[in-house]
């Protein structure tokens, strides 16, 4: 493979070029209800070819060979474009030339594990979960993925990767009369097949949630201080914080890259966040990005005090910062982007107790249900909730979103719990979707969030 | 195409081959500089087989292993997906006008020129950011099955979104276009959005309470998703739809009437049949407030006992590589009929409430159930009939079942906007949380 993609190097006239070819297996069975709606694999690949020249860089995504020709001249012609009406000229932040191979260790390689033992386990949560009389239906699914990367560049780097991520998870809805609830549900990783077995209380949990939920109140809108547990204060690291440490984000925004100088300070002093890919065993783990940069492990935040960012070669070399290995793409059809790989906010001095003390009223909520930023604005669901009033928990709330802003919010902050667990699943959507992004936090206590209420 | 035909019969009771071609070009310019250029050349092909009502799929991006691809579906009818439906005998369709040849002329040069020229227009008329993404996308799409069905359709795009962003923000006032050959953006749509921006500048913070809310067409697929999951012949399957048992029943204001219409060729992207080849057709929805229509592919149809409506698509909110996802029920070409009101008319009639111009958190809310609750980014403030700024960290909640029928007013002009072409729409008596 090395050699075809240097073949391809070779007909490119430019300062600096590199190539990438992916194999991508997926195997997916899927449940709708009871009934089996898809089950099987799929192999397909393609390249993608970026360019830098006189100052412009370009990218183009192709799946025929015989397209190679088309794609050099058109990389090529769109690098001259942009070197046109480009004021700084596009450069790339020297790094390492690197030729190596990487596969993560795995704990069982689902390649190996047939296809009706994971239809067996995927049936058998499930049947777990449709047991449950007030559930109405589910969508449980198994999702594999392989990508297998080779990475060339005129440097002279050939690398070869592995990422192979697995996970069980889907939607439980439950229903009584016209009211209709619905939770997420997920186990998986990047670590192996064995992180799928023996998750049956996973699945139960979640179906008796879904059942209780029934019976819970609506959330009363208004502004609250609120306890998040780890999952959500995971999608809040990453929604609100985390999208504006990738610099592409902010490079072009005036007063966004104004307000996220290195030195700033952002929230108390109990608050550090790092985002971290060389993280083995996570879901997040990976050891070269996507244009052959080592990962490395990146503080964020330190003390509430910005530190770090995460870079490419190309935005690195614009801020004058050093590159961190985050430039990741979905796969074939995708020049790489900025992305966080397993980013977190690093433990605290506190226990959840004392969080749900210092809270005294308010609402604990957990488990995230998306979530979505727009500038410094971010607003996420979470699955469900309780009321706290006096230190005590009570009873049960739903249909919960909540929004703030990034500054005020990361300041507002003031206790952080000991008891750190990151995501074992996850989906940004970047332009592209990235399965693997990681994240977590321990509970963290926050003051003053809006919740959106009828 | 030939080879894999006698190939699939060989493996098969009945088999149906999709195959796509596309390719892309994208611009994206942020504060006047030219960010990036992706281009995109794929192809690929997905194929269905049913043998002993079991189905098969595959699909692969080499185009040339035609026996691994019929194999790989053959494979996987061992795990026993049921089949209960036929590929349709689709002789004919409408004749849609889909392609502008003058589409393969417009260069790169071309959309970025007409990039810097928008650029320099508002740059001199606004304080904020402008951000401007456009680009151009020519698919073709070719049908073939073993019941006769031998359908083809090629498609032009060219798309260009504008938005200003307000000062110390990332967050801004955005509005896009769509047309099937390049086309210079005329001077009073820009005006217009201008004219949004300049109004809404200033932050103000507000109490919050119950409210009439202007839902903007780029914000109301919050509750269009909704009622597309309600009426899904999925969800009514899997007894998730709210909406079962409900058709000629009264669900919204007698204001709103709610089409699908793929074969309106006026517009972008229209489609004569969907991705399996059952002829589309126009879809009524909602008729002055009245549930008319659920909508079907093949699957669901046969599920339901219904007859399939031309609306299997091969779609997936998160995922758009087509040619690896089967279809499933989608409306592709929805609007909202519009009313007789101007949209300064329509603000002028507010005495106190909020613009939605943007919506985030659309995806994360009970949307079976019909609930949401969304973020506004950003939300214009309206008090005295006049947009007197943007308010700062406010949601608005509530259910589509309960908001749909406080309709006040509705725009006289359909938008563009994500899942289909809307004017804006008024309701009465939203919550709103603030932190004042």
New interface residues.
């Given amino acids: 493979m090395f050699d075809k993609l240097k073949s391809i190097l070779e007909k490119v006239d430019a300062e600096y070029a590199d190539i990438r070819h992916e194999t991508k297996i997926e195997t997916r069975i899927a449940f709708n209800g009871k009934e089996l709606k898809e089950i099987g694999g799929n192999t397909t690949d393609g390249y993608v070819l970026r360019v830098l020249d006189r100052g412009g860089y370009s990218s183009i995504a192709f799946t025929d060979l015989d397209n190679q020709e088309k794609a050099v001249r058109t990389a090529i012609e769109n690098a001259h474009l942009m070197s046109r009406f480009t004021e700084q000229p596009i450069t790339f932040e020297k790094v390492d030339i690197i030729t190596k191979e990487y596969t993560p260790d795995l704990a069982e390689d689902p390649r190996q594990i047939s296809i009706d033992e994971k239809l067996a386990l995927t049936n058998k949560y499930n049947d777990l979960v449709l047991s449950n009389d007030k559930i109405a239906t589910t969508n449980i699914n198994y999702l594999e993925l392989v990508r297998e990367k080779h990475f060339a560049n005129t440097e002279g780097s050939a690398i070869r990767e592995e990422l192979v991520t697995n996970r069980i998870s889907g939607l439980i809805t439950s229903r009584d009369g016209n009211l209709i609830q619905n939770v997420r549900v997920a186990a998986g990783g990047s670590s192996g097949f064995s992180v799928l077995r023996n998750r049956e209380a996973v699945f139960e949990n979640k179906s008796r949630i879904a059942t209780e939920l029934l019976r819970a109140q609506p959330v009363q809108g208004g502004c609250y201080n609120v306890v998040l547990n780890q999952s959500l204060g995971g999608v809040f690291t990453h929604e609100a914080f985390g999208h504006f440490s990738e610099a592409d984000i902010i490079e072009n925004n005036r007063s966004m890259r104004d307000k996220m100088k290195l030195g700033t300070r952002m929230g108390c002093e109990k608050v550090n966040i790092t985002d971290d890919p060389t993280m083995t065993g996570q879901l997040g783990h990976y050891r070269y990005d996507d244009e052959g940069v080592m990962a490395r492990r990146t503080p964020l935040l330190k003390e509430g005090v910005l530190v770090g960012r995460l870079h490419s070669r190309r935005t690195a070399a614009a801020f004058g910062e050093l590159v961190s290995g985050h430039t990741v793409a979905e796969d074939y059809r995708y020049a790489p982007i900025i992305r966080m790989g397993t980013i977190f906010i690093e433990p605290g001095d506190d226990t959840f107790e004392g969080l749900i003390d210092k809270l005294g009223s308010g609402y604990y909520l957990l488990d995230a249900k998306g979530g979505e930023t727009s500038g410094e604005n971010f607003t996420f669901g979470a699955q469900y909730g309780f009321v706290v009033k006096n230190g005590k928990i009570g009873e049960m709330v739903r249909d919960i979103n909540i929004s703030g802003n990034l500054y005020s919010t990361l300041a507002n902050i003031i206790a952080i719990s000991d008891d750190l667990k990151l995501s074992e699943t996850g989906g940004c959507g970047k332009g592209q979707a990235n399965i693997r992004s990681c994240y977590g936090t321990p509970h963290i206590l926050i003051n003053e969030l809006i919740i959106g209420g009828s | 195409m030939d080879r894999l035909i006698e190939s699939a019969k060989l493996h098969s009771d009945a088999f149906e081959i999709y195959k796509l071609d596309e390719s892309r070009n994208t611009i994206e310019f942020?504060?006047g500089?030219?960010?990036?250029?992706?281009?995109?050349?794929?192809?690929?092909v997905a194929l269905r087989i049913i043998k002993d009502r079991r189905a098969?799929?595959?699909?692969?991006?080499?185009?040339s292993n035609n026996e691994a691809l019929v194999l790989?579906?053959v494979?996987?009818i061992k795990?026993?997906?049921?089949a209960p439906y036929d590929f349709p005998h689709t002789k004919s369709v409408p004749t849609l006008n889909t392609y502008d040849a003058a589409i393969e002329d417009v260069t790169?040069?071309t959309i970025?020129d007409e990039c810097?020229r928008i650029n320099a227009l508002m740059t001199s008329k606004v304080n904020g950011?402008i951000?401007i993404d456009a680009g151009t996308s020519i698919s073709g799409i070719k049908i073939r099955n073993s019941s006769g069905a031998n359908l083809s359709t090629r498609t032009s795009y060219y798309a260009i979104t504008i938005s200003i962003?307000y000062?110390?923000?990332?967050?801004g006032i955005e509005r896009s276009l769509e047309f099937k050959k390049f086309e210079e953006v005329d001077d009073s749509f820009l005006n217009n959005l201008i004219d949004l921006y300049n109004r809404s500048e200033r932050e103000i913070n507000t109490a919050?309470g119950r409210m009439k809310i202007l839902f903007m067409p780029e914000a109301m697929y919050t509750l269009i998703w909704r009622l597309q999951n309600a009426v899904s012949g999925?969800s009514l399957y899997?007894?998730?739809s709210?909406l079962a048992g409900k058709l000629n029943t009264d669900i919204f204001s007698k204001q709103l009437s709610i089409i699908d219409n793929p074969i309106d060729d006026s517009r972008p992207g229209a489609r004569a049949f969907d991705d399996e080849g059952v002829p589309c057709k126009e879809l009524v929805i909602v008729d002055k407030g009245t549930l008319t229509n659920y909508y079907y592919d093949l699957f669901y149809a046969a599920k339901m006992k219904a007859k399939p409506n031309g609306r299997g698509f091969k779609t997936l909110r998160?995922?758009d590589?087509r040619i690896?996802v089967?279809p499933v029920p989608t409306l592709t070409s929805l609007s909202i009929e519009p009313g007789a009101t101007g949209f300064e008319q329509l603000i002028g009639s507010m005495q106190r409430g909020i613009i939605v111009c943007?919506a985030?958190?659309?995806?994360?809310?009970?949307i079976?159930?019909g609930?949401f609750?969304?973020?506004l980014?950003p939300g214009l403030y309206v008090e005295g009939g006049q947009i007197v700024g943007r308010i700062k960290?406010?949601?608005?909640?509530?259910?589509i079942y309960s908001i749909m029928n406080r309709v006040i007013d509705i725009e006289d002009s359909l938008h563009p906007a994500y899942t289909g072409y809307y004017p804006a729409v008024l309701f009465d008596d939203i919550?709103?949380?603030?932190?004042s």
Avoid: C
Avoid at chain 2, 56 to 63: L, Q, S
Avoid at chain 2, 79 to 82: I, P, Q, T
């Fill in positions: 942020e504060d500089k030219l960010k990036d250029i992706e281009s995109t050349i794929h192809a690929g098969g799929f595959a699909y692969t991006k080499n185009v790989n579906a494979d996987t795990g026993g997906v049921e790169n040069t970025v810097r950011q951000n962003l000062p110390e923000s990332a967050t919050g999925e899997h007894g998730q709210p998160w995922n590589d690896s089967k943007g985030l958190g659309a995806h994360s809310g009970n079976p159930n609930d609750s969304i973020g980014s960290d406010a949601m608005i909640a509530g259910n919550n709103v949380a603030t932190k």
